[in-house]
């Protein structure tokens, strides 16, 4: 029965719930102590020596902002605010930085493949960014994995490698190290130019991100109803059934009615429970449905 009322509620018209949930989950959080932060996610793929394929978006929150267009080699702003408070010249610059970057990655990476120990096929991925805590002291990292397990970062002014990560991590620390530039590029992207850019998102999109906070309270009370009519409505049909069980021997053909008799009159605050667990789950898989769209539309 519980099933069934998923089933129900699933077809309802709350689509507005799905894509309005990661706003609020990974955006909008004034009360609770959640960093607000912008991610940069790169994603390498190397099948051999003379084919790679790399994936990089930037994130805002849960709410996808950037995404790098590998036909085009630009990158594509997602929202109407993804271009911050930066200037024109600003973001020109940087964008430059990013694609020279991102065109150099690869082609490094397949320079130092054998030096390095790297087998392939391998995947080599880099989560960087910032946040801010309650609005003012900002943090900034950058994390880099080889086969999806930790192998280095970037601590202070230097890349470290992670623990158990063994000699190879080790190795490619030492190298990396010796290029003081990058460092200090490296640095001044993390430390300054992040949270600089993450306060501007913040502010530029400050109006979108509040209607949808405002829409979203609608939806959300849209759906709470549904969810109490068809709870009534569950419970309400349990009961007529047990009691024409009571009368009538035909109705022992109804699929368990004491499983959802209990459930949903003997405890309805666990049914509940199991509702918005549900219900979450669901919300969640959707939003992981749109980004598993998204990164596709990388390839
Ligand atoms: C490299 O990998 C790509 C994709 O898997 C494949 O099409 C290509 O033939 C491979 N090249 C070599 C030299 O193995």
């Not at 306060?199 to 959300?220: H, Y």
């Not at 109803?225 to 109804?254: A, C, G, P």
Request: some cysteine; overall charge positive.
């Amino acid at each position: 029965m519980l099933l069934l009322l998923l089933l129900l509620f699933k077809g309802l018209p709350c689509h507005g719930a799905s894509t309005v949930a990661p706003l609020l989950l990974g955006f909008r959080h004034p009360a609770s102590e959640e960093p607000l932060s912008f991610r940069f996610v790169q994603i390498s793929s190397f099948a051999n020596h003379s084919c790679a394929h790399i994936q990089a978006s930037g994130w805002l929150g849960d709410v996808q902002t950037h995404v790098l267009d590998s036909v085009s080699g630009t990158i594509r702003f997602l929202r109407p605010w993804s271009q911050g408070t930066f200037s024109k010249q600003e973001l020109k610059n940087l964008e430059a930085l990013l694609l020279l970057y991102l065109h150099s990655f690869n082609k490094e990476v397949q320079a130092f493949a054998s030096q390095f120990q790297f087998e392939y096929p391998f995947e080599l991925q880099v989560l960087s960014g910032c946040q801010m805590h309650a609005g003012k002291a900002s943090e900034s990292f950058l994390n880099g994995a080889y086969q999806g397990s930790d192998f280095l970062s970037f601590q202070g002014n230097s890349w470290k490698p992670s623990p158990g990560a063994g000699s190879r991590a080790q190795n490619v620390c030492r190298v990396l190290n010796h290029y003081r530039i990058i460092k200090e590029i490296v640095q001044s992207l993390l430390s300054d130019i992040c949270p600089r850019f993450l306060a501007g998102l913040l502010e530029a999109g400050k109006s979108e991100l509040e209607q949808q906070d405002g829409n979203s309270i609608f939806l959300m009370l849209i759906c709470l109803t549904i969810i109490v009519t068809l709870v009534l409505l569950v419970v309400v049909d349990s009961w007529f059934r047990k009691q024409s069980s009571n009368q009538n021997i035909l109705s022992l053909h109804v699929p368990n009615p004491a499983f959802s008799t209990r459930v949903n009159i003997q405890d309805p605050k666990n049914s509940g429970h199991q509702l918005c667990l549900a219900q979450e789950f669901w919300i969640k898989n959707r939003f992981l449905k749109n980004w598993k769209t998204s990164l596709k539309q990388l390839w």
